[in-house]
């Protein structure tokens, strides 16, 4: 965070603004189709944007909300189910609405979700919160495994894929890499707006002090309501990119493990910028990927994967409660602090 | 008691006149008329009793999660590894040795000395921090459950009821009246039935022994005021392995109990983690009194539900936690926070 920095600014032009490691980064991200294979492109990369947009809704609410939520994959899931039924499918119940139609649709549904879940889970605080999204998810979970009318029990819906938009099968590996990249991109960007707009600062004011921003005369429960709201939007872009990628949606979609990984994704991630999804999701994806070879090489069986993920989670929460970010902060901090305030570079041992 | 009716008169008699209806349909036998609307006595009955039998079984697991939350503010989300674990190790027992009824310390032990380990290892370090704790205790239920999977693979087991316990027995109470005037009487698992009893005697035994002993008293000075009590010179660690510890043994020996008339597989952690959380929610948190009456109304709307709203059942526990939520967020009988 820059906003110690009082100095009178120069005008720049808005490219000025990104540093040279967020150029590369950004140029990477652009040019990772002609470098990586489509294996790597579409479960690794693709993959990992859809799990950090979910973390994402994560983050915005329990970084500047202060709210952690496990209802996330929940709204994701009803998301995607929502594409699933009203939209093509191979599942006789789908209506097959067009997709300008279904996708709006899908989304507005999941958001009331999110919101009336917020409206309840905003009643209690802290731990209580974690419970009560917990006891929602996990109820959601076995209500749309019994509800065959609506979610098509057991089985779910399969052949869910996107729509042939601009003549490109948005399911291969490039074009999906570029859609999940779009929507990881716009959605990172509009939560570090919205987190710096009147609305997320008082958010974070809620957060941070709730009696005095109501004493200031904001409307606590309703900030936090608008959050869930807000951030339900990202989880359900996130879970409707899932439900394409997988063509399919069932019960496992929305299962607790699914849940907890969203969690495990943010918090490994960090929660402190919207980054920290999206670092976590890589982390978590490329693991995912490569677990099942480097746990053979111990000798375990490549099942064991659960386990990696689970003790990499501990040992985070132990050691870096803020996650990577926290790592890279204190080793920033670190760093600055060998350095010469004059000359910014290394004193060299004589501190 | 007599609070509660003078402070709330009517809602007193609306309750005192469903206790009436309630008993009345289950001792007197039914019309045709009342068989027509509702469906066979027998059915009824037994999704009644199923249900409190389940409730009691929700009681074991959910009051060691509610203990521990109200004294140590420790959403311990591992409690449904804790109670998979008791399974798996009451499986083990009675298989090796067969004798039912000695799994119940063997598992209290093991499974408390667990709690040892959690509490003094991991939650003592980030005391205060109950976020963070909470974390924890995801990550460990995630690992424990692919240690078990690993472990017993993805069958259940089902632990075998001892001979004394197997077969039914027959409650004096009427199921139906045959046409030729012969009264046929409710038959329910015994092992159901002494369930039910345990449950009950370990219910009052903490209800006695939080309200009636010293250890009772400190740990309700802990819920009340944690630092007051440490600055009377208590040591409170003591104190919170040893709740602790107990609220993973009753978690353990819950796991035998829903081994015998259930049975245990992956996943069985994660619905009694849903289970417990409902009937804390519902109860209130914290509140052994609420742990019980919250697990009999999870139970019953549970079996009640899977009769008569076959679909629905789940929702049904689900709206009553959403109501409570909505109307008295700190649970039924939880006081304020």
Sequence with gaps: ?351 | MRAFTQRYPVWSALIGLAALILLYAIFAPWSDAAEDIFGRKRIFLNALFGGITLGALYFLVASGFTLIFGLMKNVNLAHGSLYLFGGYMGYLWVDLTGLWIWAFPVVFIIVALIGVVLQYVVFRRMEGEDLRQTLVTIGIGIVAADIMLWIWGGQSYTILTPEWLSGPTKLPIISSIRDSGEIVYLSYPQVRIAILVASIVIGLGMWFALNKTRIGMLIRAGVDDKEMLTATGVRIQLVFVGVFAFGAGLAGIAGIVGGTFQSISPGEDTRFLLASLVVVIVGGMGSIPGAALGALIIGLADQLGSVYMPTYSVVLSFLIMALVLAFRPQGLLGGGR
């Design chain 1, 1 to 351: 965070m820059a906003v110690t920095d009082t100095r009178p600014q120069p005008s720049y032009q808005w490219i000025e603004h990104i540093s040279a490691t967020n150029f590369g980064i950004i140029a990477l991200a652009l040019i990772m189709p002609v470098l990586a294979n489509d294996f790597i492109l579409f479960q690794v990369f693709g993959w990992a944007f859809i799990l950090g947009t979910i973390a994402l809704s994560l983050q915005f609410l329990a970084g500047y909300g202060g709210m952690v939520s496990l209802l996330q994959m929940t709204v994701a899931g009803l998301a995607g189910y929502g594409v699933a039924l009203f939209g093509d499918s191979g599942a006789a119940l789908s209506l097959g609405w067009p997709w300008w139609l279904n996708i709006p649709v899908a989304i507005i549904v999941a958001g009331i979700f999110a919101t009336l879940v917020g409206a309840l889970a905003v009643r209690t605080e802290g731990i209580y919160t974690i419970m009560i999204t917990l006891a929602i998810a996990s109820a959601f979970f076995y209500f749309a495994r019994q509800n065959y009318p609506i979610f098509n029990g057991y089985t779910g819906f399969n052949l869910v894929i996107p729509p042939q938009l601009f003549g490109v099968d948005w399911r291969q590996p490039v074009p999906f890499y570029y859609l999940t990249l779009g929507a990881a991109t716009l959605s990172f960007i509009c939560v570090l707006y919205v987190s710096r707009s009147p609305f997320g600062l008082a958010l974070q004011g809620v957060r941070d002090n709730p009696r005095r921003m109501a004493a200031l005369g904001f409307n606590v429960t309703m900030h936090r309501i608008y959050a869930y709201t807000f951030a339900s939007f990202f989880a359900s872009i996130g879970g409707i990119l899932l439900v394409w990628q997988n063509a399919q949606v069932s019960p496992g979609t929305v299962g607790l493990p699914n849940v907890f990984d969203i969690l495990v994704i943010a918090v490994v991630g960090g929660l402190r910028h919207p980054i920290g999804p999206f670092i976590g999701a890589l982390i978590y994806c490329v693991l995912r990927a490569f677990a099942p070879d480097i746990l053979l090489a111990f000798g375990l069986s490549g099942e064991r994967f659960k386990m990696l993920i689970g003790l990499g989670f501990l040992a985070i929460v132990f050691w870096s409660p803020d996650g990577v970010l926290g790592l890279w902060d204190r080793w920033k901090a670190r760093r600055s602090a060998n350095a010469d305030p004059l000359t910014g570079k290394a004193r060299g041992g004589s501190a």
